[in-house]
């Protein structure tokens, strides 16, 4: 057993190691378990935990409430808190499991109570509103190269994004080999390291065609790292592919231009549209689950309210005794 004076840091980098090599986590769950708990770490230490040895190691379940309580002062919303309070729990029998505390002081805990918010949604209209004007400007009249093919980089992004659900991560670091002409399927590598293949349309396929036919016209002194990059949105700066600010950022742009407002339009609001008018247009659940990469049926589940309206419409406009 390790001495109770191992320091939080020590047993935050311990607990993540465990996460990556047992459980696969990728680096956006890993980066976001080390901010909340470096938070909880923190909030320790302003409260003396830390300077008396016991910090992680010897936390009691009245310290763990006191920061629930900090939480909500600070006015952290009851979903943000509660997945503090996951990342916790899981810290803490971790711990347990590894004898490195006897007991588990986030186990008799119940979350902060919140309501399961509905998925905010484009409309199909708002979709191809946003998608319209990508494609003008990737035809705008005397636009530089440079220019066309950052026009051309968004809408290749917006439509293959709207034809497969991916997650942003998952879509920026596609490799330059998911835009074979022949491709008809793309293999991602989405949480976990976990495979699966996710069918392309038409539309989607032909704007990966015209952005890698723009990238390799560009001049040698111009190309840089992108026309070589192994990623199929690489960055025009360093090397590397385009980060999931980066295309969020202009995106909000794309979407004022469009006459939507910013504060609804983000790359995972178009993945919740994907699942969302697949389910109208009636695609089974189990099947969305696997083209949005859920493990857990329950997750894709926050879409039932699409189902249920659906289901509603067919017996109003179809069952014979419908008041018409």
């Given at each position: 057993m390790r ?9 935050i980098?311990?607990?993540?190691d465990m996460?990556a090599a047992?459980?696969?986590a ?6 976001a378990y080390r901010r ?12 003396g935990q830390?300077f008396k040895?016991q ?7 009245q310290?763990?409430r ?6 909500e002062?600070r006015?952290f919303?009851p979903?943000s808190?509660?997945?503090r309070l996951?990342?916790?729990r899981?810290?803490?029998?971790f ?6 505390r006897s007991?588990?002081?986030a186990a ?6 919140r309501?399961?918010?509905l998925p905010k949604?484009?409309s199909?209209?708002d979709?191809?509103?946003l ?6 400007l990737?035809?705008?009249?005397g636009?530089s190269?440079?220019h ?7 809408y290749?992004?917006l ?16 490799p330059a ?7 008809r ?6 949480k ?12 989607s ?7 890698l036919a ?9 190309r840089k790292?992108?026309a070589?990059s192994k ?9 590397g ?5 980066h295309?969020a950022r202009?995106?909000k742009e794309?979407?004022?231009?469009a006459g939507?407002a ?7 609001v ?8 697949l389910?109208?247009?009636?695609a089974d659940l ?9 493990t ?6 926050i879409?039932?309210?699409?189902v249920?309206?659906?289901l509603?419409?067919l017996?109003r406009d179809?069952h ?5």
């Amino acid at each position: 057993m390790r001495s109770s004076k191992t320091s939080d840091a020590t047993l935050i980098n311990l607990f993540l190691d465990m996460l990556a090599a047992e459980q696969g986590a990728g680096d956006n769950t890993l980066d976001a378990y080390r901010r909340d708990l470096a938070d909880f770490s923190q909030f320790l230490a302003s409260k003396g935990q830390a300077f008396k040895g016991q910090g992680f190691a010897g936390v009691e379940t009245q310290r763990l409430r006191d920061y629930l309580a900090d939480l909500e002062t600070r006015g952290f919303k009851p979903s943000s808190a509660a997945r503090r309070l996951s990342a916790i729990r899981h810290l803490f029998r971790f711990l347990l499991n590894e004898r490195i505390r006897s007991d588990d002081p986030a186990a008799i805990l119940s979350g902060p109570k919140r309501g399961r918010s509905l998925p905010k949604v484009l409309s199909i209209a708002d979709v191809d509103r946003l998608l319209t004007r990508a494609k003008s400007l990737t035809e705008a009249p005397g636009a530089s190269a440079q220019h066309r093919l950052r026009a051309m980089r968004l809408y290749c992004l917006l439509e293959v994004l709207y034809a497969t659900g991916l997650r942003v991560s998952e879509l920026v670091a596609l490799p330059a080999s998911a835009a074979r002409r022949d491709a008809r399927m793309i293999v991602v590598r989405g949480k976990g390291n976990k495979e699966r293949l996710v069918p392309l349309n038409e539309p989607s396929r032909q704007a990966m065609a015209d952005y890698l036919a723009a990238m390799q016209a560009l001049r040698p002194e111009k190309r840089k790292n992108a026309a070589s990059s192994k990623w199929l949105f690489p960055s025009f700066g360093e090397s590397g592919h385009l980060t999931r600010q980066h295309f969020a950022r202009d995106l909000k742009e794309l979407a004022a231009l469009a006459g939507l407002a910013p504060r609804l339009v983000s790359p995972h609001v178009l993945r919740h549209a994907f699942a969302s008018h697949l389910l109208h247009n009636g695609a089974d659940l189990r099947i969305v689950q696997t083209l949005l990469g859920h493990t857990d049926i329950s997750t894709t589940q926050i879409y039932t309210h699409v189902v249920e309206e659906r289901l509603k419409s067919l017996v109003r406009d179809l069952h014979p005794l419908a008041e018409k």
